[in-house]
């Protein structure tokens, strides 16, 4: 584990500046224009998908970027960075850590997220950070090699859709993770973190740092939050 890397993310926040298909921020340009705002604003770190969008922000900001990719599970789940080739890539984009799936899911080879953590341990000298779904599969990621863990997935997985239900973080996923591992492992949290005080309570649990996008970084669905509380309060009054 890289602690000087490390210490400079402890405590802080990390903004995962992501664009989906369709949106106008879709470009390297795009989301390399958030994550320099987003340092502007006090970010310790940067979250980004993509091998183009991670080397245009590497060459943007100075904080350490975490890059990933993202595929598919036959089950239309969403996989991150399952492949060696996309790993090897982003090393060479200039990540300082490559996120990958940790979870039990089995990828291409039919590696589970630990094996496929060693996997890549064998062949780069890198900082791996594990997203996964639930405690077991942190500790296993931890035991595998994983230079620290993020609660990523906890929500995005079959075994854990129930987690996502209302939109909220999962404090207590988040809570048992720090319990089984070492104290001074790094667990970031991260996943509908959508509020100040959501992440600052994340923080007061233990967490290492806080990773936030949406509530960021993604205008649309922003926009869609007040829109869907201004309809309701309507309906409200129509009564």
Known sequence: MNNKLFDSLRGKLVVSCQAEEGSPFNTPEGVSAFAQSAVRGGAAGIRTCGIEKTACIVKNVSVPVIGLTKAY?????????????????????????????????????????????????????????ADIATPDEALACHEAGADCVSTTLCGYTPDTLAFARGNR???????????????????????????????????????????????????????????????????????
């Open 73 to 129: 599970f036959p089950d239309g789940t969403v996989c991150i960075t399952g492949a060696f080739e996309d790993v090897e890539q982003l090393v060479k984009a200039g990540a300082s850590i490559v996120a990958v799936d940790g979870t039990n899911r089995p990828r291409a080879g039919g590696l589970g997220g630990a094996d496929y953590i060693r996997a890549i341990k064998q062949r780069h000298n890198i900082i791996i950070m």
């Open 169 to 239: 973080p999962a404090f207590d996923m988040l809570e048992k993770c720090l319990q089984i591992l070492p104290r001074d492992y790094p667990v970031f949290a991260e996943g509908r973190f959508n509020t100040p005080a959501d992440a600052q309570k994340a923080v007061e649990l233990g967490a290492w740092a806080v990773i936030v996008g949406s509530a960021i970084t993604r205008p649309h669905l922003i926009t869609q939050w007040f829109v869907d509380a201004i309809n309701e309060k309507g309906k409200d009054n129509g009564k």
